[in-house]
């Protein structure tokens, strides 16, 4: 079945530095890729999305790109803010939106001025 | 994208009461989706509702535990039934993308302690 592999924390990193969250997936077909984020004491969020290969999803600055030769959808920012502290969910999907998504475990960030 | 009420936002309940968590949807969506986030974990599946139709449960998951209720295209209930403290955890709805695929819409959350 579908699953996706993520890059589990935490990661603590200074004001403005790069951030990179890896994420792979295995699957059937042709999947899409998401990216949630979870603020704290906060509910889930979209941050960003692709539904096909090649695709780059991006949001509040950060980017990720549908690799299907890699299967991956890794998360960039090229310079994070305390107010990025949160937890970061790669999740996999299908257009038809009538299966579930399914997550990775996690990445919790924090980001220290 | 839809946008869904999730109530209530959080509760405390004595262990071996029940508590019922509603999720209204602004639009009709085929499936729903209900998930459990335990402290500091990933979000786990623990059923998919389908209107008209009995819930399909994820293994480790149970109807007698967690009763749904799909009674239209828009509204949904999880019971979380005969509470113990390691019910605690947040409870989540979802629904799927919508036709322009723009990405799987939650409620807001249950926050759940059991003491």
């Known amino acids: 079945g579908d699953s996706v592999t993520q890059m589990e924390g935490p990661v603590t990193l200074s004001e403005e530095a790069f951030l990179t969250i890896n994420c792979t997936y295995t699957?059937?077909?042709?999947?899409?890729l998401f990216w949630y984020v979870q603020y704290p004491g906060e509910g889930l969020q979209l941050l960003l999305k692709a539904t096909k290969a090649d695709d780059k999803g991006s949001n509040k600055g950060f980017e990720a790109t549908y690799r299907k030769e890699t299967t991956s959808f890794h998360l960039e920012k090229g310079s994070v803010q305390v107010s990025d502290s949160a937890v970061y969910f790669c999740a996999l999907g299908r257009n038809s939106g009538n299966t579930p998504l399914v997550f990775g475990k996690g990445t919790r960030l924090s980001v220290i001025a | 994208s839809a946008v869904i009420s999730q109530k209530p936002s959080r509760d405390i309940c004595q262990r071996g009461t029940s508590l019922t968590i509603q999720c209204q949807v602004d639009s009709q969506v085929t499936m729903m989706f209900w998930y459990r986030q335990q402290p500091g974990q990933s979000l786990t599946l623990i059923a998919t509702a389908n209107q008209g139709s009995e819930a399909t449960y994820e293994s480790g998951f149970v109807i007698d535990k967690f009763p749904i209720s799909r009674p239209n295209l828009t509204f949904s209930t999880l019971t979380v039934s005969n509470m113990s403290p390691e019910d605690s955890s947040i409870y989540l709805c979802?629904?799927?993308?919508?036709?322009?695929?723009?990405?799987?819409?939650f409620g807001s959350g249950t926050r759940l302690t059991v003491v």
């Open positions: 699957a059937t077909g042709y999947p899409s």
């Open positions: 979802s629904v799927g993308a919508d036709r322009g695929g723009y990405g799987y819409t």
